[in-house]
């Protein structure tokens, strides 16, 4: 029987504290007591979990007094200040947010390709950007035996990649345009219904954003490949749920698309989606609310020596976000690292 925990939830009431909540009561995460918290604004609101109805409380120190587990699924800001209160406190942290994805000694972790990493953390543990966990899925069954040389990656993020505010942006964009009114928008830059955006977060002086800055720097720290060159590209696109990224990879040595798909198909986490003589290929509609990582349009890459060319897809907010954290605290327990 596995031991139950005291669990604390930060950020309870947004899009990933919601679907981490789902998450533990789908999988049978072993919870002795939960605690839920949010900003001043979210408190006393009252969530479920396990027919149990809880109160949401402002998250502070005394919150973490007791527990054993900490999920962090609010912004950076809430993740610098607390998350370290709540280690201090004797908590193990899993944090959602880019505060310590990159910090040295913190571990940054999927578990499907990196649990290893999880020995000897330090009371913090960050789980990847979704649109990271995705590609290092999809790129480590084929980097452990034809190690990449070179990855261009172009992205397609859905809106709920900037929060459930965008995602109700979208909405209300869609009608505005429909009904002929004038878009101001305020999440994003530009209007996004009907449009795509070459731009997620902000601009770095080398003209890359922040997002692919990450998505390169991340993908790096979990495949353990340091020296990867790694150049990406990150569009918002109009999709409310799930980011698709389109790989092109140049490996080691020549490797067909029927060894790619073979071992892509027998690796934890991931299905191959892949007939094109009958449209089948994974998207984001059909993506949303599974929990794995898909992939198809698996081709050679005639651009590249060796190359190799991946479309990728999962849904960024009900799995891979939620879930891999879950799933974290899952292999903490099962290594009695915790």
């Known amino acids: ?7 604390a939830i930060v950020g309870a ?41 809880l ?11 007791r527990m054993e587990m900490v999920f962090f699924a609010a912004g950076p800001e809430v993740s610098h200040h607390y998350a370290p209160l709540a280690a201090r406190a004797g908590a193990v942290v899993v944090d959602y947010s880019p505060s310590f994805r990159l910090e040295p000694g913190v571990p940054l972790v999927v578990p499907e390709v990196n649990a290893g990493d999880l020995k000897g953390h330090e009371g913090v543990i960050a789980s990847p950007e979704s649109a990271v966990t995705q590609l290092v899925m999809a790129l480590s069954p084929i980097h452990r035996v034809n190690p990449v040389r070179r990855a ?10 900037a929060g459930a505010a965008a995602q109700e942006e979208l909405t209300a964009q869609v009608k ?19 449009n795509v955006l ?13 997002e692919e800055w990450r998505l390169g720097e991340e ?10 060159p790694l150049s990406a590209t990150c569009v918002r696109v109009p999709v409310l749920l799930g980011h698709g990224l389109a790989a092109h990879l140049e490996l080691t040595h020549l490797l067909s698309a029927d060894d790619a798909r073979q071992l892509l198909a027998e690796a934890p986490g991931l299905r191959v989606l892949d007939d094109p003589h009958v449209s089948l290929y994974p998207t984001p509609w059909s993506a949303a609310g599974q929990d794995g990582v898909f992939v198809g349009r698996i081709r050679q890459d005639e651009a590249l020596p060796n190359g190799l060319a991946l479309w990728i897809v999962a849904d960024n ?10 799933q974290i605290a899952e292999e903490l327990l099962a290594r009695e690292l915790i």
Request: glycine residues 6%; hydrophobic residues 45%.
């Open 1 to 7: 029987m596995r031991r139950e925990l005291n669990v």
């Open 176 to 194: 505005q345009v429909q009904e002929g009114h004038a878009v101001v928008p305020h999440i994003f830059p530009h209007q996004i219904a009907f």
């Open 198 to 210: 070459p731009q997620c977060d902000v601009f770095l002086d080398n003209g890359y954003t922040r």
């Open 152 to 161: 261009i990656v172009v992205s397609y993020h859905a809106v709920s990649g």
């Open 219 to 228: 993908s790096r720290k979990v495949l353990h490949a340091p020296d990867l």
């Open 55 to 65: 109160a949401v409380l402002e998250t502070g120190t005394k919150a973490f007094e």
């Open 317 to 326: 907010v009900c799995k891979w976000a939620a879930l891999n954290a879950v």
């Open 13 to 53: 009431t947004g899009l990933v504290g919601r679907e981490l909540l789902k998450i533990m009561e789908e999988r049978g995460f072993p919870v002795a007591e939960l605690r839920l918290c949010a900003s001043d604004r979210s408190a006393g609101r009252r969530l479920f979990f396990n027919h149990w109805e």
